[in-house]
């Protein structure tokens, strides 16, 4: 077993038995998570909503450390997105205050696990104090080098994109017979990131609900009917798995390989 999964990972455990059928050379470089199916978690339970995204809480950890330990390089979450404002005061109020005592605690477990925190979104729209807290953390594990976790809050893919063109016309220098794919690509918030090579959704809904619209081009998609409070590792090895059945032709013809195969 690799060196990082010692301690975390129980021989003859589900996962040890997932861990072996992993070809830890053709991991996705970029997994990207739409967390769905709080609420659902929590009505099944005739728990009120907020409880569901508490829980939800608990897998963002859960998944955060597998993750670096398991060795991907940028992990994106879906925590808070523009259209969520439009939720029940109460209910935003609690995401809100998750996300802030999550900045609050887990900052120790980033720093000791090596990993950097990033934030993509409109920051101006975020509450005061999750903000200092960001810029807090953000500063803190600037130097990590491990894994960034790029944590989406107050998101929206359209806007980011409509935000990188305002970047672009803002800025003197923009030639516009020199903009490609790549340059566009440095305007958005996720610039300098390799964009993500596996989507992965909960709750079974088969939507990419506005979740980086750019950098999803090519991405592979896993659905997994689990609801976002049950996500543990196992399901991140199950997704990991299929990924490495998956051809990616980039819009190509068959190269021969499969998942992992060098982009044209
Ligand atoms: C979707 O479930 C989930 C969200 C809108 C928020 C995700 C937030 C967390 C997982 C908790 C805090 C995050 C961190 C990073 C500490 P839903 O409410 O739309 O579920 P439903 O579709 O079943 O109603």
């Not at 209910?91 to 993509?120: F, P």
């Not at 200092?132 to 594990?141: F, G, M, N, S």
């Not at 017979?177 to 088969?206: K, V």
Request: with cysteine; net charge positive; glycine share 8%.
């Amino acid at each position: 077993m690799i060196p990082d999964l010692k301690g975390f990972i129980k021989p003859g455990s589900v996962e040890d038995a997932l861990v072996r059928r992993l070809d830890f050379k053709r991991l996705p470089v970029h997994v990207a998570v739409i967390m769905d199916g709080n609420g659902r978690w929590a009505k099944r339970r005739n728990l009120p909503r907020v409880e569901g995204h508490r829980a939800g809480s608990k897998s963002v950890r859960a998944v955060v450390e597998a993750s670096a330990r398991l060795g991907i390089k940028v992990l994106s979450l879906y925590a808070f997105s523009k259209e969520n404002w439009k939720r029940p005061r109460n209910e935003v109020a609690l995401l809100w205050s998750l996300l802030e005592d999550y900045l609050k605690k887990e900052d120790r477990i980033l720093v000791k696990n090596d990993i950097r925190l990033r934030v993509i979104g409109q920051k101006e729209g975020i509450p005061a104090s999750v903000r200092r807290q960001i810029d807090r953390v953000e500063a803190l594990t600037a130097d990590n080098t491990r894994m960034t976790c790029c944590l989406a809050l107050n998101y929206g893919g359209r806007s980011e994109i409509v935000d990188g063109v305002r970047r672009l016309l803002a800025d003197p220098k923009t030639d516009p017979a020199a903009l490609d794919e790549d340059s566009f690509g440095d305007a958005l918030y996720t610039a300098g990131l390799p964009d993500p090579d596996l989507l992965i959704r909960t709750s079974g809904e088969l939507r990419v609900s506005n979740f980086l619209l750019w950098q999803i081009a090519y991405a592979e998609i896993w659905v997994t009917p689990e609801l976002w409070p049950d996500f543990r590792a196992r399901h991140l090895l199950e997704a990991f798995i299929d990924y490495q059945k998956r051809e990616r032709r980039f819009g190509a013809v068959s190269p021969g390989g499969g998942a992992g195969s060098a982009k044209p």
